[in-house]
């Protein structure tokens, strides 16, 4: 077990209500270990408000409420949970801090996730304290996933764009444009102000250091009052199925209906759906080049219904695929 430091934090800055990104600097003098970009760590706060499991629902899946103490206060306790780093190892070596980027978790029973929850909580009244884990892990990472593959396809749905924005940052620090394969990010959240880092995606696209396309998409584009051009729209699964030539899942599920029930389920999903379009600067037939399968790795990131959906559209296609599972 990785010893446990305590670190403060030095930034923090609520995204939305739901979405935050924070810098944690070290203990004390010390210095965080050298990671990869892709690489998570352990973080824990002791502020947490603690759940008990009291049954399984009839989806098979646990139940947790919370958990009371004897005077009926919901108990608090220590939550330790992994977390991506989402800055690049030069801007750790500079600054010394590490940057996180993360999403208030929607329990069920309305329970807010419990190291989240004491995350955005964080303040004057609580402590900027985080514990970590003196160590840094995990192999998703470029030279653990990619091989020998010249484009690289990455697929970030909500706060799974982290590993990838610290792999692109690290790019540009390095690169002098020699690296000589393709990047290119689908970024996907529900609306434009969810799309964490855009602006640094953008301009790591428009410095050219290495060749990197940005491609950015919202899945609820009703809830934006106008929406930027260059921001394109649909689920990243319904992106890539669209980059790739194929049906959007909706519509492959309305031509798979076999009963009734989930024929009236299939056109449901259907009239909700946000079809897939790229920002318009996109062409898709340059793109569907750009990431050929035979030469490309598919990685991927985040909503892990996005991320079963996108494994069957690698199969499909005969993309290599690469998940890190949260
Ligand atoms: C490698 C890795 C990297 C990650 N990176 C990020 C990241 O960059 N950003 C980010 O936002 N998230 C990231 N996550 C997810 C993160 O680790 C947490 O799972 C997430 O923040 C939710 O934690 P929580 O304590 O708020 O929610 P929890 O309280 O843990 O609730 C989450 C779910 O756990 C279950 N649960 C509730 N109570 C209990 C209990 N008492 N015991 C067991 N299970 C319970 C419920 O099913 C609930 O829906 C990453 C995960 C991994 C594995």
Same mark, same amino acid.
């Given at each position: 077990?990785?010893?446990?430091?305590?670190?403060? &934090?030095?930034?923090?800055?609520?995204? +939305? @209500?739901?979405?935050?990104?924070?810098?944690?600097? @070290?203990?004390?003098?010390?210095?965080?270990?050298?990671?990869?970009?892709?690489?998570?760590?352990? $973080?824990?706060?002791?502020?947490?408000?603690?759940?008990?499991?009291?049954?399984?629902?009839?989806? *098979?899946?646990?139940?947790?409420?919370?958990?009371?103490?004897?005077?009926?206060?919901?108990?608090?306790?220590?939550?330790?949970?992994?977390?991506?780093?989402? #800055?690049?190892?030069?801007?750790?070596?500079?600054?010394?801090?590490?940057?996180?980027?993360?999403? !208030?978790?929607?329990?069920?029973?309305?329970?807010?996730?419990? !190291?989240?929850?004491?995350?955005?909580?964080?303040?004057?009244? +609580? %402590?900027?304290?985080?514990?970590?884990?003196?160590?840094?892990?995990?192999?998703?990472? $470029?030279?653990?996933?990619?091989?020998?593959?010249?484009?690289?396809?990455?697929?970030?749905?909500?706060?799974?764009?982290?590993?990838?924005?610290?792999?692109?940052?690290?790019?540009?620090?390095?690169?002098?444009?020699?690296?000589?394969?393709?990047?290119?990010?689908?970024?996907?959240?529900? +609306?434009?102000?969810?799309?964490?880092?855009?602006?640094?995606?953008?301009?790591?696209?428009?410095?050219?250091?290495?060749?990197?396309?940005?491609? @950015?998409?919202?899945?609820?584009? #009703?809830?934006? &009052?106008?929406?930027?051009?260059?921001?394109?729209?649909?689920?990243?699964?319904?992106?890539?199925?669209?980059?790739? %030539?194929?049906?959007?899942?909706?519509?492959?599920?309305?031509?798979?209906?076999?009963?009734? &029930?989930?024929? &009236?389920?299939?056109?449901?999903?259907?009239?909700?759906?946000?079809?897939?379009?790229?920002?318009?600067?996109?062409?898709?037939?340059?793109?569907?080049?750009?990431?050929?399968? *035979?030469?490309?790795? !598919?990685?991927?990131?985040?909503?892990?219904?996005?991320? +079963?959906? $996108?494994?069957?559209?690698?199969?499909?296609?005969?993309?290599?695929?690469?998940?890190?599972?949260?």
């Amino acid at each position: 077990m990785a010893e446990r430091k305590i670190g403060t &934090v030095v930034h923090k800055e609520l995204i +939305t @209500p739901g979405l935050m990104r924070f810098r944690l600097a @070290p203990e004390g003098d010390s210095q965080f270990p050298d990671y990869e970009a892709g690489q998570y760590i352990a $973080l824990r706060r002791d502020d947490c408000k603690l759940t008990r499991k009291t049954g399984v629902g009839q989806d *098979g899946k646990p139940i947790y409420e919370p958990e009371y103490d004897p005077w009926g206060r919901q108990t608090v306790g220590p939550v330790t949970h992994s977390y991506s780093i989402a #800055s690049a190892p030069s801007d750790t070596r500079e600054h010394g801090w590490l940057e996180f980027l993360i999403a !208030l978790e929607d329990g069920v029973h309305g329970l807010s996730g419990r !190291l989240s929850d004491a995350l955005f909580g964080m303040g004057q009244e +609580t %402590g900027c304290d985080v514990t970590y884990h003196d160590r840094i892990a995990g192999n998703f990472t $470029l030279a653990g996933r990619v091989h020998d593959a010249q484009s690289v396809l990455m697929v970030g749905t909500g706060t799974g764009v982290a590993p990838f924005v610290s792999m692109l940052k690290e790019l540009k620090a390095r690169s002098d444009g020699s690296d000589g394969r393709r990047y290119t990010l689908v970024h996907t959240n529900r +609306t434009a102000l969810e799309l964490a880092d855009q602006d640094t995606l953008f301009e790591i696209e428009a410095a050219g250091r290495f060749d990197f396309m940005y491609v @950015p998409t919202i899945s609820r584009p #009703s809830q934006d &009052v106008a929406i930027d051009p260059r921001i394109g729209q649909g689920r990243a699964n319904n992106v890539v199925r669209h980059i790739y %030539g194929l049906p959007t899942a909706e519509e492959d599920k309305q031509t798979s209906a076999k009963s009734d &029930v989930s024929r &009236v389920a299939a056109e449901l999903a259907l009239a909700r759906l946000v079809h897939p379009v790229l920002p318009r600067h996109v062409n898709v037939s340059d793109l569907r080049d750009r990431v050929d399968p *035979g030469s490309s790795v !598919l990685l991927t990131c985040g909503n892990p219904a996005s991320m +079963t959906d $996108l494994q069957s559209t690698a199969a499909r296609r005969d993309l290599r695929f690469e998940l890190e599972e949260w």
